[in-house]
């Protein structure tokens, strides 16, 4: 038994694992990708985490987890796909079928991509289908490419990718973009960006790989010749192993005060994962911290 287990490892995780460590908690972190460091390591830059100057995503989610481990910290390799609440403990139920029991649990298992649920979508991707610019965009060097969406990320993804793709297309659903103005400026400044408002992709077609779209805009529906296709069509919270407590949902989203206390007693939503308006690096650490003084307090260590 465990004094805590803090599922996720991205800046929230990391971050209560380095307050946990210093706090001298029994505890482990429970990661179900190799490396971790979560969604910022796809960032092919970061200039906002205060303190760190400008780097690299993957940097900054490798600078959380040294220091995590350095601290103590144990990161253990498993996804969590259940948890059961018997009261004076926690039963968190990972996909291999093992069980880990805990008094408390710190929830920062953030956000993931969006899916756009069109045809070839989920056959071609890792085929040409790609939901990070950042880590996929130098297997097109020289190619065409699409990005879908008309967010910040969109945009950036878009503007990375000109930078090495023979041609970008962006399609956008709406007229207009829901992104950094001085961003969507430089990004039409491009010589090899095409930007198609009011489009939609409804078809990914290809043998083995991606080789065409079907993009639906205001002259009808076309079929264009494309290598990549990139989707930034937004985040959802990848709370799906939390289903059936009952816990108050917002959008989705745990809802929880800046104190990350759940309507669970002992249960902690940290990062991106909590109902809240701002979801950053610099939020997700706070709610790290903040859910680890909680912890505290609720197993009368405070
Ligand atoms: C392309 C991109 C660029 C960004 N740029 C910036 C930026 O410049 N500045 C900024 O401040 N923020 C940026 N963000 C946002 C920032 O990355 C997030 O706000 C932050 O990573 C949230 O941290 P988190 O720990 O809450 O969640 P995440 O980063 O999503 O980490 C969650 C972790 O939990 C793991 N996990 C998920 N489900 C399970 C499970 N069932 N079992 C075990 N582990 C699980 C995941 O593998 C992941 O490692 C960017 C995000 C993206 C996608």
Not at 25 to 31: G, I, K, N, R, T
Not at 67 to 94: P, T, V, W
Not at 146 to 166: I, N, P, Q, R
């Amino acid at each position: 038994m465990k004094e805590l287990v803090i599922v996720g490892g991205g800046p929230a995780g990391l971050s209560a694992a380095i307050y946990a460590a210093r706090a001298g908690l029994d505890f482990v972190v429970l990661e179900r990708d190799g490396f971790g460091g979560g969604q910022i390591t796809s960032s092919h830059e970061v200039e906002n985490y205060p303190g760190a100057g400008r780097m690299s995503g993957f940097d900054l989610g490798e600078a959380f987890r040294n220091q995590a481990l350095e601290l103590g910290a144990e990161i253990r390799h498993g996804s969590a796909a259940g948890l059961k609440d018997r009261g004076d403990c926690k039963e968190l139920i990972l996909d291999s079928g093992e069980s880990v029991l805990a008094k408390a649990v710190i929830a920062a298992t953030g956000a993931a991509p969006k899916k756009l649920g069109v045809p070839g979508e989920k056959e071609f991707t890792g085929a040409g289908v790609s939901y990070c610019a950042t880590c996929d965009g130098a297997f097109f060097r020289g190619r065409d490419t699409l990005v879908v969406g008309g967010g910040d990320t969109a945009v950036e993804d878009a503007l990375f990718l000109s930078a090495l793709c023979k041609s970008v297309t962006v399609a956008l659903r709406r007229d207009v973009f829901r992104a950094a103005k001085r961003r969507v400026e430089l990004l039409k400044a491009k010589e090899n960006v095409t930007i198609l408002y009011k489009t939609n992709l409804t078809e990914i077609r290809g043998e083995g790989r991606v080789g065409s779209v079907i993009l639906s805009g205001p002259e009808g529906a076309v079929e264009r010749s494309m290598d990549g296709v990139f989707l930034a069509v937004g985040v959802e919270p990848a709370g799906g192993w939390l289903a059936g407590l009952p816990l108050r949902l917002e959008d989705g989203y745990v809802a929880a005060g800046e104190d990350c206390r759940t309507d669970i007693p002992g249960l902690f939503a940290a990062g991106d994962l909590r109902k809240k308006p701002l979801r950053q690096v610099v939020t997700a650490a706070a709610d790290g911290a903040n859910a680890v003084t909680s912890t505290l307090d609720y197993l009368g260590r405070a």
